[in-house]
């Protein structure tokens, strides 16, 4: 079920009610079973691929709970991880890798092949694969009990708000809050549809909006040179942001709306100024979920500089084959790998970079790892490795011919340029609202969304409620578009 769609504006409050009305000892019945009704609106079979993984790990938890010796204890946590790796590399990685291999084979003149197998990715395989690999390691590590409760742990791999595409919850956040007795209270209420109608205006006005500009051009980037090559790949990375944590903002808005508190997925990443720093801010659960378990697992900070380095890279290639069964997301990984050396390398050389700095100094360093950044997501949005390279070669081509067009009197060329042949109001809809987001954190300052909301008078408040409402009505794009994270 898509959070903006006509079926959930009735799934969520019918299920809000009802959580409040039954009496605390059902209500976790209730939330699984709404859970597992969310799911099955995508593709029922696939339910059953998550109760097989949530089985094993059930098991799993209580066995290594149960266990003293160190040693098979690790081997109850690698059955664990292998069948949680295996199912979610069958699904997701079978197809690239046959046709990785047959590629292979041709090339060395081999005849055989591998068949491909018809098969779909069950929506959100990854997210919930991960959550449920931390349980099993937390346990392993002695900072989570094992839960005994079948239907508490079911509930904590698939809590309907994050299932689809996070926060990647640990146990220790979470568990614990399904046996919570849960209270109705006004301010839980008003944060969380606060935070509901923000995700919704990033999905629906800005995001599904930028992407009509955005699906233009890398759908077909072989029609395009310079300026609409480089608005396109600007327009994604605001897309993928105002998308993405949309869809955070309404999963952690549901669950407040109840009682339960996820974490922060989101902080603003384009302000940024170090891409380390973006890491910080930027899909917070899944960059903590590596850095945790395999960054640190690695020797983390405690090895030299070298060891270090190629740990980092590792995280990243990981992150990158996480992502998706495409070289693109690889060559994503990778890139995002190197940046990060080569700024640890430029900042121990010149130890002066770390200090803190204001003004235009700050703004520069921002808009430089924006720049980088948005170049990573040339491979994340290009569809296969020959269009991002195409890309890359011909996004700063004729950029003084087309300015030049812009600024004379040939509509034609104009038109053509910012590709808006039949859209023009909608492309300069998109800017607008691209820029009322950067006003609203320019706002927010270090506050989230519904605290800087809740701070102001009533009638300011008020104005951002309506305000809301009427760009949602008026300017949103109604096309039931999935949220672009639900293919990972």
């Known amino acids: 079920m898509l959070f903006n769609s006509i079926e959930f504006a009735f799934f969520f409050p019918v299920v809000t009610l009802l959580f409040f009305l039954l009496p605390h000892r059902f209500r976790w019945l209730l939330l699984l079973l709404a859970s597992c009704f969310f799911y099955m609106f995508f593709k029922p079979v696939y339910i059953l691929i998550l109760f097989f993984t949530i089985a094993i790990d ?124 849960k209270k109705f209270h006004y301010e839980n209420m008003r944060r969380g549809l606060i935070l509901i109608a923000w995700g919704l205006v990033k999905k629906v006005v800005i995001a599904d909006r930028l992407a009509l500009f955005v699906n233009q051009v890398y759908n077909q980037p072989e029609g395009y040179k310079g300026i609409p090559l480089a608005i396109g790949t600007v327009f994604f990375a605001f897309q993928i942001f105002c998308d993405f944590s949309g869809y955070s903002d309404i999963a952690i808005g549901c669950a407040k709306c109840m009682g339960f508190h996820l974490m922060t997925n989101f902080n603003r990443p384009y302000q940024a100024s170090s891409i380390a720093e973006f890491w910080k801010r930027w899909h917070i659960s899944l ?61 121990r050389r010149f130890t002066g970079l770390k200090e803190k700095q204001h003004g235009l100094a700050r703004f520069g360093k921002r808009v430089v790892v924006f720049f980088l950044v948005c170049l990573a997501w040339v491979f994340f949005r290009a569809k296969n490795v020959t269009d991002s390279f195409y890309i890359f070669r011909n996004i700063f081509y004729g950029w003084t ?64 409620y309506y305000s809301m409402v009427l760009l949602f009505i008026l300017f949103g794009v109604f096309n039931r578009s999935e949220f672009i994270y639900f293919q990972f």
Do not use: C
């Open 287 to 347: 960059s903590t979920w590596f850095r945790d378990y395999v960054y640190i697992s690695l020797g983390g900070n405690r090895v030299s500089n070298r060891r270090r380095y190629f740990n980092l890279f590792v995280v990243f290639l990981l992150s990158g084959v996480w992502h998706g069964a495409n070289w693109t997301f690889v060559l994503w990984g990778i890139l995002h790998g190197i940046y990060l050396v080569l700024e640890d390398k430029l900042y």
């Open 58 to 181: 059930y098991f799993a938890g209580i066995w290594i709970a149960n266990e003293s010796g160190r040693r098979r204890r690790k081997l109850l946590l690698l059955l664990s991880i292998v069948a949680n790796v295996g199912v979610l590399a069958f699904f997701k990685y079978f197809n690239f890798l046959a046709v990785n291999i047959n590629s292979l084979f041709g090339f060395i003149h081999v005849e055989e092949e591998v068949p491909l197998l018809k098969i779909l990715l069950p929506i959100g395989l990854s997210f919930h694969t991960f959550q449920a690999m931390s349980y099993t390691i937390e346990v392993y590590r002695g900072n989570q009990q094992a839960e005994r409760h079948f239907g508490i742990y079911a509930l904590y791999v698939m809590f309907y708000p994050q299932l689809v595409a996070g926060p990647i919850e640990r146990p220790q956040n979470i568990l614990y809050q399904f046996y919570e007795k």
């Open 401 to 464: 011919m087309q300015i030049k067009n812009l600024i004379s009197n040939k509509s034609y060329e104009r038109l053509h340029l910012l590709y808006l042949e039949q859209q023009g109001l909608q492309f300069y809809l998109g800017v607008l609202f691209i820029l009322l987001m950067i006003l609203v954190h320019r706002l927010q300052g270090k506050q989230t969304f519904d605290n800087w909301v809740i701070s102001r008078k009533k009638e300011e408040r008020w104005s951002i």
